[in-house]
C-alpha cells in the first residue's frame, strides 16, 4: 500500500432535503439538470437524486422516503439542509489509509450505499 496521499476529487455535496418533488423543482429551475431521478433504498428509508448545477458541483438530495423509518427524521427537526461532502479518490484503500494515519474523521457506515454508481 502507497503512503503517497492521495488526491481526492469532489463527487457530490448532499442535501437532506423534506420532500424530494419539491426540492427537485427548486434546482432544475435554478438552471439544474436531473441526472440521475428519485432512486429509493428501502434498506435506509431515504430516496435519493443527483442533480448537476450548471456551474458544475452535482447535488445529490436525500430525503425520507414516504411511509418508512428513516435517519432523517432528526435531521429534518433541526432544519435539513447541507448534510455531506462526498469525494472521490482513485484507490479507497490508500486514501482511508492516508486518512486514518492523519487521524482524520471517518464515517464508516455499517451498509453499503451506491445509489449513484458509474
Known amino acids: 500500500m502507497s503512503w503517497d496521499k492521495p488526491q481526492p476529487g ?4 448532499g442535501f ?3 420532500m424530494m418533488k419539491g426540492a427537485i423543482r427548486r434546482f432544475t429551475e435554478a438552471g439544474g439538470e436531473l441526472v440521475v431521478g428519485p432512486t429509493d ?3 435506509l428509508g431515504v430516496t435519493c437524486a443527483l442533480i448537476s448545477m450548471p456551474e458544475g458541483l452535482d447535488l445529490e438530495l ?3 422516503l414516504e411511509g418508512a423509518e428513516s435517519p432523517l427524521t432528526a435531521r429534518l427537526s433541526r432544519g435539513g439542509g ?3 461532502v462526498c469525494f472521490w479518490v482513485e484507490d479507497l484503500d490508500a486514501a482511508l489509509h492516508w486518512a486514518t494515519r492523519l487521524a482524520e474523521v471517518l464515517r464508516n457506515l455499517s451498509v453499503e450505499v451506491r445509489p449513484f454508481q458509474s
Open 10 to 13: 469532489l463527487h457530490h455535496v
Open 16 to 18: 437532506v432535503v423534506p
Open 82 to 84: 447541507l448534510d455531506h
Open 41 to 43: 433504498d428501502p434498506g
Open 62 to 64: 436525500v430525503a425520507p
